[in-house]
T-cell receptor, first 115, second 112 residues
Framework: TQLLEQSPQFLSIQEGENLTVYCNSS?????LQWYRQEPGEGPVLLVT?????EVKKLKRLTFQFGDARKDSSLHITAAQPGDTGLYLC???????????????FGQGTTLQVKP | KAGVTQTPRYLIKTRGQQVTLSCSPI?????VSWYQQTPGQGLQFLFE???????NKGNFPGRFSGRQFSNSRSEMNVSTLELGDSALYLC???????????FGQGTRLTVV
C-alpha cells in the first residue's frame, strides 16, 4: 500500500516566520503535486514536480522533489496570514499505477499564520 | 477558461436514500477522478474515468459507483446511504491520465 506521510500535521506561527512541510514515502512517484485548501473548498494546485532533485519557486514558496522521487518539501519564507490553510501533498503515478490519474494524498498540514 | 464544476454544492440526505453527484471537467480534459474527504481519513481515492471507461477504483464498497459520458462529464452515485458517508466529495479533472489534476469546489454531503 502506497502511503505519503506528511509532517507536521499542525503548525501555528507568527507572521514573518519561515516554515517547512515534509512529505515522505517509501514508494517512488512519477510526480508530486502540492495543493492548498481552504475550509469547505476544493484543493487548489500550487505546483507539480516531476524530476528527482527538482526545485520550483512560487513567490515565497519553494518546493523540492527528492532525488529518489520518494519525498518532497515545501518551504515558506516570511509567512503571511494569507498563507493560512491546509497544505496537501499528492503523489501520482506510483509503482504499479503509472498509467493512471489516481493520486495518493498525505494527511495534510494545517497552517495558521497569526498577524 | 471555466474550472471544474460540481453540483450540487450542498446536499442533505436520510440514511438509506441514494444520491447522485455531478462533475463537469475543464474543457478538453478527458480524465475525471473522484475523492472522498473526511476529517479522520483525509482525501481518499474513489475511482477514475478516462474516455468513458473506469480505469481505477479505490477501496470503497459497491454502493459507490460512477460513470462518465461522451462529453467527459461524470456522475457518481451512492446507494443505501450510511451516516459514515457524510463527507466532502471532490472531483478532479486532468487532460489525460497521469497529468496535473484540478479540483472542483466539492459537494458537501450530510447523511442524517
Amino acid at each position: 500500500t502506497q502511503l505519503l506521510e506528511q509532517s507536521p500535521q499542525f503548525l501555528s506561527i507568527q507572521e514573518g516566520e519561515n516554515l517547512t512541510v515534509y512529505c515522505n514515502s517509501s514508494s517512488v512517484f512519477s510526480s508530486l503535486q502540492w495543493y492548498r485548501q481552504e475550509p469547505g473548498e476544493g484543493p487548489v494546485l500550487l505546483v507539480t514536480v516531476v524530476t528527482g532533485g527538482e526545485v520550483k519557486k512560487l513567490k515565497r514558496l519553494t518546493f523540492q522533489f527528492g532525488d529518489a522521487r520518494k519525498d518532497s518539501s515545501l518551504h515558506i519564507t516570511a509567512a503571511q496570514p494569507g498563507d493560512t490553510g491546509l497544505y496537501l501533498c499528492a503523489g501520482g503515478g506510483g509503482s504499479g499505477s503509472s498509467n493512471t490519474g489516481k493520486l495518493i494524498f498525505g494527511q495534510g498540514t494545517t497552517l495558521q499564520v497569526k498577524p | 477558461k471555466a474550472g471544474v464544476t460540481q453540483t450540487p454544492r450542498y446536499l442533505i440526505k436520510t440514511r438509506g436514500q441514494q444520491v447522485t453527484l455531478s462533475c463537469s471537467p475543464i474543457s478538453g480534459h478527458r480524465s475525471v477522478s473522484w475523492y472522498q474527504q473526511t476529517p479522520g481519513q483525509g482525501l481518499q481515492f474513489l475511482f477514475e474515468y478516462f474516455s468513458e471507461t473506469q480505469r481505477n477504483k479505490g477501496n470503497f464498497p459497491g454502493r459507490f459507483s460512477g460513470r462518465q459520458f461522451s462529453n467527459s462529464r461524470s456522475e457518481m452515485n451512492v446507494s443505501t446511504l450510511e451516516l459514515g458517508d457524510s463527507a466532502l466529495y471532490l472531483c478532479a479533472s486532468s487532460r489525460s491520465q497521469n497529468t496535473e489534476a484540478f479540483f472542483g469546489q466539492g459537494t458537501r454531503l450530510t447523511v442524517v
